[in-house]
């Protein structure tokens, strides 16, 4: 007999109020009380209208068919950390050996056949897309060899609400404050049209620091609608289910609403709220200041405020309930601000008694009573205008996105397609917005808000800039005036042109417009300025103003640390700089902050996330660009590994990676190792984004950076040039990625033997945008070393050998390929002055430059050493150059192709072409 079932037999003759003190004596816990009372209740409303009871199907449930010790795909369960009605849960550890991982699998009993399973796996792919920090992530899922399916959580350690509330003893404040944090969670997925369907305090986990995590988001939605009988109902908890749902209609954002109020209900009183003799929730609650125990503290601050929020929360008619769980949030936040709460009728007296206590120090001055008095009333009525106006705006928002939800919802619309994805349901609400709130520009510009956020998470940065950019402009009109919107909706869409692939210059002068407008209402070391700073700084980063990014980034830090802002800010903060630090070639320092984002991520235990992902993939970037390639190699693929099992293996994401692993393999010299990440990262950003698109020309960059390596320079320069033509048409001729295609561009046709004048002026452009965006970028390097190359081939040796000088100056951060080109080029001089002697020393250190940092078997380094080798012959040292070309040709016969020009170096007994530095 299962321990669910011996319980509900324990208690389900005793009278209700007797039930959770026997449950208590009984050993059961917090979490198993509330689910054994949630099945009696249960049990009581399927009793009165007929149907078969709850015992009868726990009778039926008996024990899970795997247990501790067992494997389920790549997890072994470890032990049972609860159980209930809808199954039991395990603690499981990652037992396929890629990497360590703890998660939390649970086993789902009573699914039904196999169509029901394939409905139940295509939601279970969508709330696997939720990413929100206080969401528990779905991470995998499938069936059991029984056919029972199971689902793998994030595993997030912390307590249950209700036991949280027990043993930390929170004062309401603080309980109001974890509530408010959960309203805004679930706003983040009702923006995403997905609802939680089950809320109920043991599927919230209070951490240590006190943040609520969501867990089993939208499981029993995914699970009702995998069945065809009534029985799907068994997975809710009727306490907390809102009337609709224990009538058997569909979830909707306002049922997650009720059972926000329930939760608030139970945490303002300490009492879950009652139900109805027949199980069925009342029409009406007891406010909850008439259930608390009379020694509850702050039982006296329940009357008023908090029942009026409960009431209007938890009523009975979804219509009178709020419009938004932000809604809710934000009225529960009025309390804390001694702000009149919309859930409370206006009365003069109570609008004046909020104003008063807001305001008493005046109130008590007693000399600007008339003063006041008019102040008051301006202020009031101002404050309930635009009270009135967001909630009006909240629940037309809500009203909107609840239609377009129930458009796709084959249950309410018969013509719609039960495969519709959720980009399709997104598109579908923005072509309606314009047609359909054309009179209401406020609420249009708080739906496009929306929409353009969800394609801006979906990484559509294309969809989500114009509405984003559209929102913006409604709010900014004069018949709407609505600067701190506006200010919000220009943040957001400075963060979509910076990670899509927009002109740097549009993306810096939306974030100084947001900032300006933030200036003009928040203090200088406010949260909302620190804000604006950090999305400002990543515009600066974009644009190649390096130092000034650095000094915007730390700014935002040190506001974020002196307010003691939440670790989410300072992580992302410290993130930022990394970047900054990495894209200004300062390694070490970008180590630094890459490590200390590294070790917030492994304390929280998020270390299977999208954003972690992000992390090792830049942190890979760092490490390789700093000389440390073999750590950079085994991070990204870890990072590959991550993103593959939360997005999949055609995703953009593994293909960025995959495209960071090609480079640094070919970095390496293992150039066959680079192809296959090369060809699959092509093929995903050609299907997903387009053979004409920016993401497409930055895999085409490392096609052309392979070819230059393996020495097809005709393949290399055809291939840069695309990505040159594409960046110029997309980005604009100043954007700094198209001026980096333009000076690799340059550089190839140099090294191609061609000093030809369009090469000249790419170079040029390229030298004076790095210079413009600061003098020691560490781009500049490239172009001044093949601008002497040019030189060179037109014989103008002085200017070449003072551009080198420049290149090689102790204040160039100039690597070590660059250097040892650098030397060769000086070699070439040399020679061609009649310098032997010099020009050996030359080829000489370049060989050597190489060969330390790559090792003598790198492609690269035989390439110099071949190079040093044929100079040691012009001075008669013909056994020294014998000994190490006979060393160096099994390199040049594996590693570069039979059409190489590199490969026909080694078989030519006097050719000394130029090596040429690689460019990621």
Request: with cysteine.
């Amino acid at each position: 007999m299962s321990e669910l079932r011996r319980l509900f037999d324990l208690v389900c003759d005793l009278p209700a109020p007797q039930r959770r003190d026997a449950l208590h004596a009984a050993g059961a816990n917090a979490a198993t009380i509330a689910e054994v009372l949630a099945l009696l209740d249960a049990d009581a409303a399927t009793r009165t209208r007929g149907r078969t009871g709850v015992s009868a199907m726990i009778a039926q449930f008996g024990t899970t068919e795997l247990h501790a010790g067992d494997v389920l795909g790549a997890w072994r369960l470890v032990r049972e950390i609860g159980h209930g009605g809808m199954g039991a849960v395990y603690l499981a550890d990652r037992a396929d050996g890629h990497f360590n991982q703890q998660a939390a699998v649970k086993l789902i009993r009573g699914l039904g056949d196999a169509d029901a399973a394939a409905r139940f796996a295509r939601e279970r792919q969508l709330l696997a897309s939720l990413q929100h920090p206080q969401i528990a992530r779905l991470l995998d899922g499938g069936a059991t060899p029984g056919g029972a399916p199971y689902l793998v959580m994030e595993y997030v350690e912390g307590r249950a609400l209700d036991q949280w509330c027990a043993e930390a003893k929170p004062g309401l404040d603080a309980r109001l404050r974890v509530f408010v944090s959960i309203c805004r969670t679930l706003q983040f997925a009702h923006q995403r049209l997905i609802v939680h369907c089950d809320l109920k305090p043991s599927n919230v986990l209070v951490r240590e620091d006190g943040v609520p995590v969501l867990l089993d988001f939208g499981i029993a939605r995914a699970l009702d609608r995998s069945e065809e009988s009534a029985g799907a109902r068994q997975f809710l908890t009727p306490r907390y289910a809102s009337p609709e749902q224990v009538r058997g209609e569909a979830p909707t954002i306002e049922s997650d609403v009720y059972a926000l109020g329930a939760l608030l209900y139970e945490l303002a009183s300490g009492q879950a709220p009652p139900r109805r003799e027949d199980g069925t929730n009342a029409t009406t609650l007891p406010a909850p200041s008439t259930t608390a125990a009379q020694d509850l503290p702050w039982r006296r601050r329940l009357g008023g405020d908090i029942d009026a929020i409960v009431a209007r929360a938890c009523a009975f008619d979804s219509a009178r309930r709020y419009a938004s769980a932000l809604a809710l949030a934000e009225d529960v936040e009025r309390i804390a601000t001694h702000r009149p709460v919309l859930a409370r009728k206006p009365t003069f007296a109570y609008v004046g008694a909020r104003f008063a206590r807001r305001h008493w120090p005046a109130f008590a001055a007693g000399a600007l009573v008339l003063a006041l008095a008019a102040g008051f009333t301006w202020r009031t009525v101002v404050a309930e205008k635009e009270a009135r106006r967001q909630a009006t705006i909240a629940e037309r928002t809500a009203d909107f996105l609840v239609s377009v939800f129930a458009a796709s919802d084959t249950g309410h619309n018969d013509s719609a397609r039960h495969d519709l994805t959720a980009r399709e349901v997104l598109d579908t609400g923005a072509e309606r917005i314009r047609e359909e709130l054309a009179d209401d520009p406020a609420t249009r510009a708080r739906l496009l808000e929306a929409i353009g956020n969800a394609y801006r998470h979906m990484n559509l940065y294309d969809k989500a800039a114009p509405l984003l950019r559209e929102a913006a402009g409604i709010n900014l009109d004069p018949t709407v005036n609505q600067p701190l919107e506006a200010a919000r909706n220009l943040e957001e869409l400075t963060n979509t042109l910076t990670n899509g692939n927009f002109p740097a210059e549009d993306a810096l002068r939306t974030a100084r417009e947001s900032l300006q407008l933030r200036q003009k209402t928040f203090a200088p070391e406010s949260e909302e300025i620190a804000n604006s700073l950090m999305v400002l700084s990543l515009a600066l980063d974009k644009a190649g103003r390096f130092d000034e990014a650095m000094e915007v980034g730390k700014a935002t830090l040190a506001i974020n640390e002196k307010l003691d802002a939440p670790t989410a800010k300072v992580k992302e903060a410290v993130f930022n700089l990394g970047m900054i630090a990495k894209n200004r070639g300062d390694y070490a320092q970008a180590w630094q902050y890459f490590e200390r984002r590294l070790d917030i991520d492994k304390k929280q235990g998020r270390t299977h996330t999208a954003g972690h992902a992000n992390l090792l993939n830049n942190y890979a970037q760092a490490l390789d660009r700093g000389g440390k390639p073999e750590p950079a190699i085994e991070m990204i693929k870890q990072a590959i590994a991550v993103d593959s099992e939360i997005f999949s293996a055609e995703s953009s994401s593994v293909a960025n990676d995959q495209r960071e692993l090609a480079r640094m393999l070919i970095g390496m010299g293992r150039y066959p190792e680079a192809m296959a990440p090369l060809d699959s990262s092509l093929a995903t950003n050609a299907k997903v984004h387009g053979a004409k698109s920016t993401e497409y020309a930055s895999i085409l960059f490392q096609v052309s950076n392979l070819n230059s390596s393996i020495g097809r320079y005709a393949a290399a320069i055809d291939a840069m040039r695309t990505v040159y033509d594409l960046r110029r048409e997309r980005m604009g001729a100043d954007d700094l990625r198209t001026t980096r295609a333009g000076d690799t561009l340059g550089a190839l046709i140099v090294e191609n033997g061609n000093a030809s004048e369009e090469a000249r002026s790419l170079l040029d452009a390229a030298i004076a945008t790095y210079t413009k965006s600061s003098p020691d970028s560490v781009d500049l390097p490239y172009p001044r070393l093949a601008l002497a190359h040019w030189h060179f081939l037109r014989g103008d040796t002085g200017t070449a050998s003072a551009l080198l000088d420049q290149v090689e100056a102790p204040s160039a951060k100039s690597n070590y390929s660059v250097r040892a080109h650098a030397a060769e080029l000086r070699a070439q001089i040399a020679a061609k002055q009649g310098k032997i002697d010099a020009a050996v020393r030359e080829y000489e250190r370049a060989f050597h430059l190489m060969r330390d940092k790559l090792g003598a078997n790198n492609p690269q380094s035989a390439r110099y050493g071949l190079l040093y080798a044929r100079s040691l012959r012009s001075l008669g040292r013909n056994d020294e150059a014998a000994a190490l070309e006979k060393e160096l040709q099994p390199i040049f016969e594996t590693a570069f192709p039979a059409d190489s020009v590199f490969r026909r170096e080694a078989l030519s007994a006097d050719s000394l072409n130029r090596p040429s530095p690689t460019r990621g």
